[in-house]
């Protein structure tokens, strides 16, 4: 009987640059186990911009903790280039929600504090950290501290001081929820620019379905908790897009009955 021996053409030839593979997260809390996240399975390519939205609480802000190293899945792998996650690393960079600079440094200190702790020399650091500073288009305002700076300002500090790190991956949870109209319409604008200039892959989480319109490669939609996939919408529009054309009407439809759906048939 002919036995079957594992060939080079078995080693699929096309790796993701992140797959989450069978994620699955339960928290307990008052003693009662609850589950957060349910067999999330998702690969991201290499420069993809992919926007994660769902209702409150199913799971968003864990799976991007998970993917980030901060939170270990209760089942699952996530693997980057192939190397399962097991704790926070440079390759990957987190902006937040809430504003998370040091308020004690000044805004080129927050930006070349990664590089710090990697032990490059003062003067290197700090040329590195002004060409991102330059990125986002705060040059003039190296010296001042964040409580100096608008809501807008700060998370282009939190981006350029992910990025000065090199990281693969951006990973965003609502970095724009906290702004007013006008200005998270510029931070978009600001994101696509960079992320053209630096050929990231971003992963983002928003709770705003034209922000992920105009954004994303692929929006993945999430239920209710348990947070499951739910559907996975490519967005082929060239950008820059217009917010209202009748394409992105259409998407918006979609994604709005998706959401509808999570209590009501649509
Ligand atoms: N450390 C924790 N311990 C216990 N439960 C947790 C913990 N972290 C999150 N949860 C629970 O897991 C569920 C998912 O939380 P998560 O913050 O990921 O949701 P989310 O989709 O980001 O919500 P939002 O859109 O409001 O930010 C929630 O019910 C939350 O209460
Ligand atoms: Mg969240």
């Known amino acids: 009987m002919e036995r079957s021996i594992a060939t080079r ?3 699929p030839l096309l790796m993701s640059l992140l797959e989450i593979k069978g994620v699955s997260m339960q928290f307990f809390a008052d003693g009662k186990e609850m589950v957060a996240l349910q067999d999330i399975n998702l690969n991201i390519e290499e420069n993809e911009f992919v926007c ?6 199913c799971g968003k802000t864990t799976l991007l903790r998970i993917v ?3 939170e270990e899945a209760t089942e699952g792998t996530v693997t980057l280039d192939g190397d399962p996650i097991k704790g926070p690393g440079p390759e990957r960079g987190m902006v937040f929600q809430e504003y998370s600079l040091f308020p004690w440094r000044t805004v080129i200190d927050n930006i070349v504090f990664g590089l710090e702790l990697k032990g490059i020399p003062s003067a290197e650091r700090l040329a590195q950290g002004r060409q991102y500073l330059k990125m986002v288009e705060l040059e003039r305002f190296e010296a001042r501290y964040p409580h ?3 809501g807008g300002m700060k998370q282009r500090v939190a981006i350029a001081r992910a990025l000065v790190n090199h990281p693969k991956a951006l990973l965003m949870d609502e970095p724009f929820g906290a702004l007013d109209a006008q200005t998270r319409n510029i931070m978009q604008s600001e994101l ?3 992320w053209q200039e630096e050929r990231k892959t971003v992963v983002f989480v928003t ?4 922000e992920a319109i105009y954004l994303a490669d692929r929006i993945v939609i999430m239920s209710a908790r348990p947070g499951r996939i739910k559907d996975i919408i490519d967005i082929p529009l060239a950008r820059p897009r217009n917010r209202t054309s009748s394409e992105v009407n259409l998407i918006r439809d979609r994604i709005l009955c998706d959401l509808r759906s999570e209590i009501a048939t649509c």
Request: avoid cysteine.
């Open 9 to 11: 053409q078995d080693i």
């Open 52 to 57: 994660f939205i769902g209702p409150s609480g």
């Open 68 to 70: 980030a190293g901060l």
């Open 148 to 150: 100096e700076l608008s």
């Open 192 to 194: 696509l620019r960079i």
């Open 207 to 210: 709770h705003s379905v034209d």
